[in-house]
């Protein structure tokens, strides 16, 4: 079953960084686009930041400039470096990949779009 993993958010004060990690585990063949979201109190989803398997990369313009997402394709692990972090930034952080994995049901590898569990972060004087 394949499955993602996040790791890295906790409580840091304004101006401070943080640095997420997002491990894809399970049977997998391929990993496309890896990325993050976050969704705060009360406010819907949003995206922070993508980055495809070639390397181009979409950022959210709140973020531009202060976080940076980087991948490891060997070891199937998205990263996002948060500088310069705001109070606006507190949110619970999602992983997102779309994924070619193996399928228990179908027996055979599928591609799907896979979410994490979150971690929060929490910024805070």
């Known amino acids: 079953q394949v499955q993602l993993v996040e790791s890295g958010g906790g409580l840091v004060q304004p101006g401070g960084s943080l640095r997420l990690s997002c491990v894809a585990s399970g049977r997998i063949q391929y990993v496309n686009d890896m990325g993050w979201y976050r969704q705060a109190p009360e406010k819907p989803r949003e995206l922070v930041a993508t980055?495809?398997?070639?390397?181009?990369?979409n950022y959210a313009d709140s973020v531009k400039g202060r976080f940076t997402v980087s991948r490891d394709n060997a070891r199937n692990t998205v990263y996002l470096q948060m500088n310069s972090l705001k109070p606006e930034d507190t949110a619970v952080y999602y992983c997102?990949?779309?994924?070619?994995?193996?399928?228990?049901?179908?027996?055979?590898?599928?591609?799907?779009?896979?979410w994490g569990q979150g971690t929060q972060v929490t910024v805070s004087s």
């Open positions: 997102n990949a779309d994924i070619v994995g193996w399928s228990t049901v179908f027996k055979e590898f599928r591609r799907n779009n896979y």
């Open positions: 980055l495809a398997n070639g390397g181009r990369t």
